[in-house]
């Protein structure tokens, strides 16, 4: 066996290698799920390296404990390799092919978007509503865009992220040769996603961030920034079928549900992705690839400024700044909806794949022993 990765190697070659040196040691085979999930392998061909790699949550946990990780000759870095070869899996899958590249220039893919999308917005309020400062009477975003502009825009783009990773999540547990699901592998799963269990590090107290100590920041970090975005979802959701089913027009007032759930959801993606910014700029770099800082720092910059846009547009609705501020609020959630499937959004989605892979497979008789677990 190599002691150390050739120049040449691609990700998926140097994690099998760390990945054949973890299986002969074991220390951290109570880690988290991807190491029980090695030691039902002795090799490791491609399809299970990027499915190994995105049931790593980059706890950081294994390589402060382990022997062999740099400056030892065996150099192994499991959290670093595997956060490569994720990026790989989601160019290798992503819909349709040619926009993978995305993922190598995602930093100036995001700038573009939002540039883009925000001069578009700019253009069209313009237009429609002769200026960029002085809120209309009603205090109604429709007096600017009207809302079948605004689902004739978004809707299309949404439905295509929707689509695209789809199909790159399809394939890849094509790939992974999934499996059917049942309800008890499927419930595991979604609670394991939904807890971000682990994220709890080896031993249930958090990450490693800038040092060898624990911290479970970066899971309560996750936990605002997934549940606000699921809550300003929510709010979308509830006034399109206040709309829709009920006739009931916006703008509504500040006790309504959707302005409930959209000042909660808001609230908590500006304070998650605040943080998850900070942690990342000053994290451990032997957990992180120095190439992926921009695709990194520009999601969560990306969902800050979505957060808090949609927060002083709502506390401005009645002022002259409301236009300006609807411009830039509705141009960041284009740009978020643009770059969807392109980008880091793309590993809450293979994650929750690879974790009902592992919850599937741990229920079938391993290959190398009789029986499964329980």
């Not at 809120?135 to 689902?151: D, E, I, K």
């Not at 599937?360 to 499964?372: F, H, K, T």
Request: hydrophobic share 50%; charged share 10%.
């Amino acid at each position: 066996m190599s002691s150390a990765a050739a120049p040449d190697e691609s990700p998926e070659a140097e994690a099998a290698r760390q990945l054949g040196i973890c299986n002969a040691c074991r220390y951290c085979e109570g880690y988290c799920a991807v190491f029980p999930a090695m030691t039902r392998r002795l090799e490791f061909a491609p399809a299970d390296v990027h499915y190994l790699a995105n049931l790593c949550h980059n706890c950081g946990a294994c390589l402060h404990a382990c022997q062999y990780a740099p400056p030892h000759a065996f150099a192994v870095n499991v959290p670093q390799t595997m956060a490569r070869v994720r990026r790989d899996t989601w160019a290798r899958f992503a819909w349709p092919r040619a926009l993978a590249a995305a993922y190598a220039h995602n930093g100036a893919v995001l700038g573009i978007a939002l540039a883009a999308a925000l001069a578009g917005f700019l253009a069209l309020a313009a237009g429609r509503h002769g200026a960029l400062w002085g809120a209309p009477a009603t205090g109604s975003f429709y007096a600017v865009f009207p809302h079948g502009l605004m689902v004739a825009l978004f809707g299309p783009v949404f439905g295509f992220a929707l689509l695209a990773l789809g199909v790159g999540v399809v394939r890849f547990w094509q790939e992974a040769a999934g499996g059917p699901v049942r309800a008890a592998a499927a419930g595991e799963a979604a609670g394991h996603a939904l807890a971000l269990t682990y994220l709890g590090g080896g031993h249930g107290e958090g990450c490693h961030e800038t040092d060898e100590g624990w911290s479970l920041w970066r899971r309560r970090l996750h936990h605002l920034a997934f549940y606000g975005f699921a809550l300003c979802f929510a709010a979308t959701s509830v006034a399109t079928v206040y709309h829709y089913g009920f006739g009931w027009v916006a703008p509504y007032g500040w006790t309504s549900l959707p302005k409930v759930l959209g000042t909660a959801g808001g609230v908590a993606l500006v304070a998650g992705s605040a943080g998850l910014w900070w942690l990342r700029v000053r994290r451990h770099p032997g957990h992180a690839v120095a190439e992926h800082r921009s695709m990194d720092l520009g999601f969560v910059a990306l969902l800050l400024l979505t957060g808090a846009s949609g927060l002083l547009l709502a506390l401005a609705r009645t002022t002259a700044a409301m236009p300006l501020l609807l411009c830039l609020h509705l141009g960041s959630v284009m740009a978020f909806f643009l770059t969807m499937p392109y980008g880091k959004f793309a590993h809450g989605v293979y994650r929750a794949a690879a974790l009902l892979k592992w919850a599937v497979e741990r229920r079938q008789p391993s290959r190398l022993r009789l029986g499964g677990d329980a």
